[in-house]
Structures are given as C-alpha cells and as structure tokens.
C-alpha cells in the first residue's frame, strides 16, 4: 500500500479489480523496465511492474506540450473547498509547503499529508496558525493517523496516479470523512484526445511516477468501490484537457448543493 518505495524490481494485480494480467502480453506504452497493462475484467490501465534500479528514460516536453500546458485552464482548489464541502477540517494529500491553502476561507481549517520533510515542516508551521496541522508520512500512513469522520473534504491534488494501492487510500479517505463530505480529485485522463492524439509523446506518461492511469469511467468504478458517488461537472473531463477532475461524494449527512462560482468549477 502507498506509494512506490524504490527497493528495485516489484509487481502488482490490477489496483481496480485486483486481477493477476502477468499472462497478459505488455501494453503499447511500456518501456524497458516498466510494463503498461490494460485489466482484460475491467479496462483499468496500470504500470503492472517496475524496476527502480532502471529509471525511465528522461524526456523533454515538446514546445507544443509546453505552450499547452502554459494556458490550460485549471481549477482553484480553495474555490472548489469553498463549493462543494461544508465548513470544518479539509485535508490536503501531498500538499507540498501549503501555500496554496493561504486563501482559503476561515470557515475551513487545513490540514495536510506531505511525504517531504522540509516541505511538511513548511505546511505545519502555515497550517498550525489556523488550527491545523501537517504530517510528514506517505499518504496512505498518514491517513491511518486521523480518525474517522474528522474531515469535510479531501484533497488529492494529482497524486491519487502514483499510489501503489489508490483502492485503499481511497477507501482509507472516506473513513475519515464526515457524512456528506467529499474528495475532491485532480489526475491525468487517459482517455482524453491529446492521449489518443500524441500516444507516446502524452506528458501523462511518466512511468513509476504515474502508475495509475485513470478514465473517467474506470476513476467511477474505483470511486464506488470505496463507497464514494462521483460527479463530473460540465467542465470537469474536457476532452482536450491532459487532467480530468471529480467530486466524490460520501452518503449521508447534509449534502451541500455547488453554487455558482468564479473560479471554473462547473
């Protein structure tokens, strides 16, 4: 569970339905070292094994890659916060130094998980001012940390495609939410059209960093099995966009309607 330590060569069944596809000849997009698979049961697109001793090899993006991604539209994720999750603890997955979190409105108290330690000393000393705190842990250790229903929303800012076993992070996330609270995802569509359009030239396509390459179909069907509903906005799987982003939504409690807003969440 987690995220990729390197210890050299490792494997794993399907992170969605958990078949064994080693029969399975190697997917379009391997490379030495590092082996692509599409589940035969359940089409989940995965790195099935890998070789830390035998990193990739470096690539540059292209200067239309980089021209695309300089102007792509994003979401703001205190916005998001702000939208869809009611007021109490959020909880940001990798969340770097914490800046981000800076504007976030005081009826929210930030919380975060960050696996370096320079950074996460950087997020505890932001997030204790208000009342909060940062773990230095992977994501999956430092969800065990917190107890259940203490959050109203999760973040999992483009890191929920590095977990080894995103299942169990998710399942680990709607533990420690509230009834009603959400997650509120970010991560690389491997269905988009710059995918189908670019093939290996995709920036997506980052072995051992990008381990889990999600469709908005197959993040759905993981999100049910972790006992979330997902909703796609208008906005949110932009065939042209690299990323795609979803709300997962636990049952019960006061479910909070999104309101209109200025920062490109529908």
Known sequence: MGEVEPLGHWSRDCPLCGRDNRALAEGEFSTVGWI????????MVYVESGDARRPPPGREASRFTRLRLRFA????????VEVWAKPGAVLDMACGDGTRWDELSPAFVPFGIEADAERAAMAHGRFAARGGTC?????FGGLTAFVDRTCTAVVMRSCLA????????LREAHRVLQPG??????????????????GRRWCGLRPYEHLNHFTPATLRKMAEKAGFR??????????TSDSMY?????????????????GGCC
């Open 181 to 198: 609270g959400v997650v509120l995802v970010k991560t690389p569509n491997f269905a988009s059209l710059n995918r189908l359009a670019l």
């Open 230 to 239: 997902a909703h796609y906005g208008l906005t949110y799987t932009l065939p």
């Open 36 to 43: 692509l698979k599409t589940c035969e049961r359940c089409a």
């Open 246 to 262: 979803v709300v997962l939504k636990k049952e019960g409690g006061e479910s909070r309607a999104p309101r209109s807003c200025g």
């Open 135 to 139: 773990l230095n842990a992977s994501l």
């Open 73 to 80: 539209l994003r979401k703001d994720f205190p916005t998001l």
């Open 162 to 169: 590095r977990e080894m076993d995103p299942l169990a992070v």
